[in-house]
């Protein structure tokens, strides 16, 4: 399962910098495949679709911090546990029901993010 940030954010950063994905963007920003993976030209998201990996996307938060559920792994290939749950100060980033994956499809989606 991918991780997903509540409203009860308080916008601090701690998580931003923790993601080895780059998968955590700030309220407002836009974001891109390739921030912070080895992606070039064209990605196949979750949901079938496909996107250029450098096109900025619009923001999936204009009032919190935000995760993009393609670059989330739960931080699988890096590190145990998932870092931004691990250094929230408010235990604001918890499982998101809506991306159901098993560690095998984690770990694979790590594999297509860091060629
Ligand atoms: S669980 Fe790991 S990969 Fe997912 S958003 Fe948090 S820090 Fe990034
Ligand atoms: S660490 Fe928690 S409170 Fe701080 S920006 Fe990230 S999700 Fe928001």
Redesign the pocket.
Known sequence: M??KITDECIGCSA?ET????N??YESGVEWAMADGTSLKGTYVMMDGSAIEADQRNTPLSNDFYY?VPD?????QG??EE????NVCPIDC?VTDEMYRETEAELLAKKEKLHV
């Not at 998932?82 to 749950?85: D, R, V």
Request: proline share 9%; charged share 15%; glycine share 0%.
């Open positions: 991918s991780i998580c923790e993601c080895p994905n998968a955590i995760i670059k989330c792994t739960e931080c890096f590190h998932p870092q931004c749950a980033c």
